[in-house]
């Protein structure tokens, strides 16, 4: 049996809901050796969230170290940030000629925090990431970010997903979520050929969704790295981080929302995915 390798170039969550911890953690459910390169570390306490960036310098020296390695199945990019380290990321990946996929999950929306010059991130992420994507996840906010434009409906998400593909990738997962007024989370898949899939399932009511984008995005990654199509590999990230939420870890009284559990889906089988 051959393990295939995978990688994760993203933040490390002290609370393991999501960031390198996620990925990881979602890497091992789908049958991969996860490899990865920590960009930021996050802390929260209490109403104390801190994101502490780490030293460009060193994220190239594990990107060099992670990429001595061949047959790396896919690759799954998170939290970078500065627009420096989104940079530094895109110049590396761009010089090692790489065939894999290559999915960004394009995390710019700090609720707890304002330390972050998101216009920098959001000019870096367009210029000089997204045209590396196979595929890009941004949830509405993040969508709304990177267009300039708002969305009310599953006809605005589909616009904003195709200003999007301008920028560069092969596709674009845009994650309505819950803002949408009605009792259903309205995902819209749009690829440079082909029509736009809208991808509907019902609510969970449960607050144990922190991690779900960074589960999300690195099942896809997982998908394509064994060769599925995007949208099959975006379909089964669905159901996987469904199962994660579902079943997912309440923290403790401090903290409203829970993380996604991602071996949910192992145990309601009985087995490891693959």
């Known amino acids: ?3 295939k390798k995978i990688v994760t170039i993203a933040g490390s969550d002290s609370l393991a809901g999501g960031g390198i911890q996620a990925d990881l953690a979602t890497f091992d459910e789908y049958g991969y050796q996860g490899l990865s390169a920590i960009t930021s570390i996050v802390t929260v306490i209490g109403d104390d969230f801190q994101i502490h960036p780490v030293d460009l310098e060193l994220v190239l020296e594990q990107l060099k170290s992670i990429f001595a390695l061949d047959d790396i199945a896919a690759i799954k990019i998170g939290l970078l940030p500065t627009a420096d380290h989104v940079k530094l990321v895109a110049d590396f990946l761009k010089q090692q000629g790489l065939t894999c996929p290559i999915v960004v999950d394009p995390v710019m929306a700090f609720k707890e925090t304002d330390t972050v010059d998101v216009h920098e991130l959001v ?17 509405l906010t993040e969508a709304e970010l990177l267009t300039g434009k708002t969305a009310e409906s599953v006809d605005d998400l589909i616009r904003m997903g195709q200003q ?11 994650k309505g979520g819950a803002r949408l007024a009605d009792q259903q989370i309205h995902d819209v898949l749009v690829q440079q050929n082909g029509a736009p899939i809208i991808m509907n399932q019902e609510r969970i009511p449960a607050e144990t969704n922190n991690g779900a984008g960074c589960t999300l995005s690195s099942a896809v990654a997982s998908g394509l790295g064994d060769n599925q199509a995007i949208n099959v590999a975006v379909k089964d990230a669905q159901t996987f981080v469904h199962d994660a939420i579902a079943d997912g870890v309440p923290l403790n009284h401090d903290f409203k929302v829970g993380n996604v559990w991602q071996g949910a889906r192992r145990m309601k089988n009985g087995k490891v995915n693959s």
């Open 123 to 139: 000019t870096s992420l367009r210029r000089d990431l997204l045209p590396l994507a196979t595929i890009t996840t941004p949830n």
């Open 1 to 3: 049996m051959v393990v």
């Open 164 to 174: 999007i593909l301008q920028d560069g990738p092969n596709a674009v997962l845009v």
